[in-house]
């Protein structure tokens, strides 16, 4: 995740929020948010309402950062479970499942085409993420706005093929992630990710336990060529 401007007020924020979702409802812009209660949070919540906007979480957070996310930053959110009834709320869960390529918007909002053609979000499209619940786990965070635009996102990422399954764990790359070595392993009983440089190290975990974790390490040590050679033809470095 890469930091692009820290300190941003929640007006701007709400600005741009309020801007987003009106346009896509075909709705005119607000044309009372100079006059918003913007030092009182519970105020904010009220103008929020009124207008059919989310409340809770945009006027919680003083204050924002604008970042630029990658997919693997995506894969690490939540989003709201009615989106999939019955699934998991973790993204990386439902690329693995692959669910996301049974979903569709409702309608054919304009970015649904952007995102599909391959383009950049603007500002004023961004998704606005916060700190996930206890009941998100094991993400870190959550999409509580534009939770559809993320699943765009991450549908449009080809997953590369399996580079190997043993012993219940298949173990594989995403695209277009960070550059450094590693690889990503994926139980029924939860999802890892390891460093293969400069040593083999894990770099997180989501639900397996110290055996699993062991397993997989071990796993990991008796394919590290087969992964090398792998990546190198994946990612052609």
Known sequence: MKEDRG???RKEVIYFYATYDRAKKGQSPLADLATWPWEDPDGIDCKLEEHGLKK?????????VLCQLSVADILECAVVNRIIPGEPQALSQLVLRGKLKEWLPIGSPAWWRLLGSGADLDVESSLILRPALK???????SCTSAAPRSHRWVYDVPVSPTIFRQKGFRFFFFSREESRFHVHVYHVEGEAKFWLEPEIELAQNYGLNTRRLSTALDLIRRHQNEIGIAWKKHFGS
């Open 135 to 141: 009941s998100e786990a094991p993400k870190t965070r």
């Open 56 to 64: 809770g979480v945009l006027a919680a957070y003083q204050t924002w």
């Open 7 to 9: 300190g941003v007020p």
